[in-house]
Nanobody, 120 residues
Framework: QVQLVESGGGLVQAGGSLRLSCAAS????????MGWYRQAPGKQRELVAA???????NYVDSVKGRFTISRDNAKNTVYLQMNSLKPEDTAVYYC??????????????WGQGTQVTVSS
């Protein structure tokens, strides 16, 4: 089995910063792409940032220049540094990982979500 455990969410004032972490554990052979999604109340889940195993990074336009995704392969951990936060960034943030498990199965896993609230 594979688990993704997120941390780092919370309440912050507009203009502030937060750093989210997501650690993957279990019978992992290789982690391919990892990323962060978010879902605000009444809205669909959207991709915020993604980082492929080859180092390709993609951001949703609304966070470009403010958020940075990074990865520590030795720790199977992905981070999301969020700066200059805005009230519209308020959402539940979910970690996502494309994992090849020991034994050959490849699957996409999700974390449990962490709440980020930005006050104006």
């Amino acid at each position: 089995q594979v688990q993704l455990v997120e941390s780092g969410g919370g309440l912050v004032q507009a203009g502030g910063s937060l750093r989210l972490s997501c650690a993957a554990s279990g019978d992992i052979s290789r982690i391919n792409a990892m990323g962060w999604y978010r879902q605000a109340p009444g809205k669909q889940r959207e991709l915020v940032a993604a980082l492929s195993s080859g180092g390709t990074i993609n951001y949703v336009d609304s966070v470009k220049g403010r958020f940075t995704i990074s990865r520590d392969n030795a720790k199977n951990t992905v981070y999301l540094q969020m700066n200059s936060l805005k009230p519209e960034d308020t959402a539940v943030y979910y970690c996502n990982a494309d994992v090849s498990r020991i034994g050959g199965l490849r699957w996409t896993y999700w974390g449990q979500g962490t709440q980020v609230t930005v006050s104006s």
